[in-house]
């Protein structure tokens, strides 16, 4: 089955979108990535986005007309990708873009994106909604990714951890054996990425190579007294997002530093070594980790992996050495998700969101070629072997 995997995160910089061609060999899921792209965000769409964002309060009218316009969005990114690999497609997984999400009690989620728009536009049926369903269950909704790491990762001798470094970092510890912890760590790029913003005055989205940072000296006082967020001291199942470290809390952080007299350089340095110290923390408290493969934007940014290697004492990888590349991943992740929503497999993992019990998640969209895909659905079952659970995948080629 082709099925593209479309993901917007909370950096806003763009819609990545992979198609991932998944065969399944007995316990085994094969992918072959064909194609990927980072399809760019307008920038009327990008900052009408922005204004409905924490701390900001959106009309229901501005949500309403976003979810259609980024509906539109998303399927010009799954018609780009499709075209990029010049196949046909089956199934589309959309994440959609978080515009809130409220971990504490009562909680709450919203990605839009109309899937019925992306259905509309490409003629294919598509897996949305991936969050709610589990917060039905009392979980967090949030990180969704461990059930695709735990299968891509798991090593017979070695622990690994799975770090996204997106506008939240977020991490899968996968061991030999037991269950797998992940959590959100805390911010990842966004803080970077908003006081890059603001000390710019909107003329760079962000600290390209972390070139800005790498000039500027860390301020271990400030560090220290950031490090004190209450957040960071939580236990896990946690989950957080642009709520609590978003464009407010950069401004209040830079103001912060400004008043103390450090330089713009100086204050990117301490912001970006805060993403690198927490993520550390959190390694830290785990049992053991022998390799730490990073993916998403914040693997771009040398300063930050350099941070990281020099408080890390394990092995450093990117995903790219799995053939994975690091950029795609999350977008190769929700498209394999999707892909199990239509086998009626499980996906959350209760152990990293606290939900009660494994679910089927996301929600189907009908598209031109739902009875055929229906079909074909009811044909494989006649052939696959019942009660024998995936247990590995592997990435077979990369773009």
Same mark, same amino acid.
């Given at each position: 089955?082709?099925?593209?995997?479309?993901?917007?995160?909370?950096s806003?910089?763009?819609?990545?979108?992979?198609?991932?061609?998944i065969?399944?060999r007995?316990?085994?899921?094969e992918?072959t990535?064909h194609?990927?792209?980072?399809?760019?965000?307008?920038?009327?769409?990008?900052d009408?986005?922005?204004?409905?964002?924490?701390?900001?309060?959106?009309?229901?009218?501005?949500?309403?007309?976003?979810?259609?316009?980024?509906?539109?969005a998303?399927a010009? /990114?799954?018609q780009?990708?499709?075209?990029?690999?010049?196949?046909?497609?089956?199934?589309?997984?959309?994440?959609?873009?978080?515009?809130?999400?409220?971990?504490?009690v009562?909680r709450?989620?919203l990605?839009?994106?109309?899937?019925?728009?992306?259905?509309?536009?490409?003629?294919c049926?598509?897996?949305?909604?991936?969050?709610?369903r589990?917060?039905?269950?009392?979980?967090?909704?949030a990180p969704?990714?461990?059930?695709?790491?735990?299968l891509?990762?798991?090593?017979?001798?070695?622990?690994r951890v799975?770090?996204?470094?997106?506008?939240?970092?977020?991490?899968?510890?996968?061991?030999?054996?037991?269950?797998?912890?992940?959590?959100?760590?805390?911010?990842?790029?966004v803080?970077?990425?908003?006081?890059?913003?603001i000390?710019?005055?909107?003329?760079?989205?962000?600290?390209?190579? %972390?070139?800005? /940072?790498?000039?500027?000296?860390?301020?271990?006082?400030?560090?220290?007294?950031?490090?004190?967020?209450?957040?960071?001291q939580?236990?896990?199942?946690?989950?957080?997002?642009?709520?609590?470290?978003?464009?407010q809390?950069a401004?209040?952080?830079?103001?912060?530093?400004?008043?103390?007299?450090?330089s713009?350089?100086?204050?990117l340095?301490?912001?970006?070594?805060?993403?690198?110290?927490?993520?550390?923390?959190?390694?830290?408290?785990?049992p053991?980790?022998?390799?730490?493969?990073?993916? %998403?934007?914040?693997a771009?940014? /040398?300063?930050?992996?350099?941070?990281i290697?020099?408080?890390?004492?394990g092995?450093?990888?990117?995903?790219?050495?799995?053939?994975?590349?690091?950029?795609?991943?999350?977008?190769?992740?929700? /498209?394999?998700?999707? &892909?199990?929503?239509?086998?009626?497999?499980?996906?959350n993992v209760?152990?990293?969101?606290?939900?009660?019990?494994?679910?089927?998640?996301?929600s189907?969209t009908?598209?031109d070629?739902?009875?055929?895909?229906?079909?074909?659905?009811?044909?494989?079952? &006649?052939?696959e072997?019942?009660?024998?659970?995936?247990?590995?995948?592997?990435?077979?080629?990369?773009?």
């Amino acid at each position: 089955m082709n099925v593209i995997g479309l993901m917007s995160g909370t950096s806003l910089d763009a819609i990545d979108a992979a198609l991932v061609e998944i065969v399944k060999r007995d316990q085994t899921l094969e992918l072959t990535l064909h194609a990927f792209l980072m399809h760019p965000l307008d920038n009327a769409l990008r900052d009408a986005v922005r204004e409905i964002l924490p701390p900001n309060e959106g009309s229901t009218r501005a949500v309403c007309e976003l979810n259609f316009a980024l509906g539109e969005a998303f399927a010009q /990114a799954a018609q780009a990708v499709k075209a990029k690999a010049n196949l046909e497609v089956d199934l589309i997984a959309s994440h959609g873009q978080t515009v809130y999400h409220q971990a504490q009690v009562p909680r709450s989620t919203l990605q839009i994106a109309s899937p019925a728009i992306i259905a509309a536009r490409t003629g294919c049926t598509v897996v949305s909604d991936f969050r709610s369903r589990d917060i039905a269950l009392g979980g967090h909704g949030a990180p969704l990714v461990p059930w695709f790491d735990n299968l891509l990762f798991r090593h017979e001798i070695l622990h690994r951890v799975s770090l996204n470094i997106g506008g939240m970092a977020n991490l899968s510890y996968v061991p030999p054996s037991g269950e797998i912890i992940a959590f959100d760590t805390g911010p990842g790029n966004v803080l970077i990425d908003e006081a890059m913003r603001i000390i710019s005055k909107d003329e760079k989205q962000f600290d390209e190579n %972390g070139d800005f /940072a790498k000039r500027g000296k860390i301020s271990e006082n400030l560090l220290q007294k950031w490090l004190a967020q209450p957040y960071f001291q939580l236990s896990p199942p946690k989950s957080t997002g642009r709520e609590l470290f978003g464009p407010q809390e950069a401004q209040n952080l830079v103001n912060e530093g400004q008043n103390l007299g450090l330089s713009d350089a100086d204050i990117l340095a301490t912001l970006t070594t805060l993403t690198a110290q927490t993520i550390t923390d959190s390694l830290e408290k785990l049992p053991r980790v022998d390799e730490l493969f990073v993916a %998403g934007g914040g693997a771009q940014n /040398a300063f930050l992996m350099e941070q990281i290697g020099a408080r890390f004492s394990g092995a450093l990888r990117h995903t790219n050495e799995l053939n994975l590349p690091s950029d795609a991943k999350e977008a190769v992740a929700f /498209a394999t998700m999707g &892909f199990a929503t239509w086998q009626d497999w499980p996906t959350n993992v209760p152990s990293a969101t606290g939900a009660s019990h494994t679910a089927i998640l996301g929600s189907i969209t009908p598209g031109d070629n739902f009875l055929s895909l229906t079909r074909r659905r009811i044909l494989d079952s &006649f052939f696959e072997h019942q009660g024998r659970p995936i247990k590995r995948l592997i990435v077979r080629q990369i773009v």
